[in-house]
């Protein structure tokens, strides 16, 4: 045999080619479905979105109408109302939403035993449907048998009106989407602080810093990160609020107390019919998160360097 019979043939560039896609053929299958599901299921209702936000549909008939939505939902007097509420609930959510699962994970994270049964406390809420969590808070907050009115009656307090006042209501909500919301959140935190060193404490405790003290000298700068990263989060998804103010006051609330911004366009839609002020609001929405999404990613590498 001579020497070139020992050598195999060069394959030729399209039979690898063809190799290479028979090999990576699932591949590209999952990859075409997930841009299919995208394209379908957000990218779609986006563009819909914007399109419908300067459209008018009057009898069936389609007409362009300029900035006709976006005047119409800025001279509603509830547009500033919701926003006023909407921007409330953030800023309350924020304190409670935000602080109360990074300390519960801290104190989870200070256990040697029991973890697994204590995040599977935690996040028990996060796995109940919301209809179910809901009637539990209806139940607390009920003004003539509520669990609550009754710790009030017991310490002597005065019984409140929680989800009938306007001055408690949205408090009220605040709580219940904290307690039903937190258990995601307070497992990633315990995930973070699980990271941490032990000898960062140790060298703490050496220096005589408290337990306060290693929390704000240790723990925060070395959970920075995924905390500035919740906090984002945190601000998108509560300014988008709805599920728990329409089931616990019915969207409005007294006076108007707990009307959001995405209950609003839930009211321009289905309510009054009016799907371009609808998506003129949702798109005032959507340009707000985006820009303060840009602003965070801006600040964040602005920091990095």
């Not at 924020?94 to 109360?100: A, I, K, N, S, Y």
């Not at 000898?199 to 704000?216: C, M, P, S, T, V």
Request: net charge neutral; hydrophobic share 50%; proline share 5%.
């Amino acid at each position: 045999m001579g020497r070139g019979g020992l050598h195999a043939r060069p394959v030729p560039s399209g039979g690898r080619f063809a190799k290479s896609l028979r090999r990576n053929l699932t591949a590209h299958g999952f990859l075409i479905g997930a841009v299919l599901c995208f394209a379908v299921f957000s990218w779609y209702p986006m563009v819909r979105e914007f399109l419908l936000a300067f459209q008018k549909t009057e009898d069936g008939r389609t007409s362009w109408v300029g900035l006709d939505n976006l005047v119409t939902v800025v001279n509603d007097p509830a547009f500033w109302q919701a926003w006023r509420n909407t921007l409330l609930f953030t800023a309350l959510a924020l304190l409670l939403g935000f602080v109360v699962p990074f300390a519960v994970a801290i104190v989870i994270n200070e256990f040697q035993h029991g973890q697994g049964y204590l995040r599977l406390l935690v996040y028990l809420p996060v796995m109940l449907p919301p209809v179910a969590a809901v009637l539990l808070f209806k139940y607390l907050y009920d003004p003539g048998y509520g669990l609550l009115n009754e710790v009030f009656r017991f310490l002597h307090l005065p019984e409140q009106q929680w989800l009938q006042d306007p001055d408690t209501a949205m408090l009220a909500v605040v709580i219940a989407s904290t307690w039903m919301n937190m258990g995601g959140a307070a497992l990633i935190y315990l995930a973070a602080l699980q990271g941490i060193p032990g000898e960062l404490y140790e060298a703490a405790e050496l220096d005589g810093a408290g337990l306060f003290r290693k929390i704000w000298h240790v723990t925060i700068p070395q959970t920075r990160l995924i905390l500035s990263l919740m906090l984002l989060m945190q601000i998108i998804a509560t300014m988008q609020v709805f599920v728990e103010p329409f089931l616990l006051t019915g969207g409005a609330g007294p006076e108007g107390s707990t009307t959001t911004v995405v209950h609003l366009i839930y009211q321009y839609a289905f309510n009054f019919n009016n799907y371009g002020a609808a998506a003129a609001l949702g798109l005032l929405l959507l340009v707000l998160l985006a820009g303060f999404s840009a602003a965070y990613v801006k600040l964040s590498r602005a920091d990095d360097e």
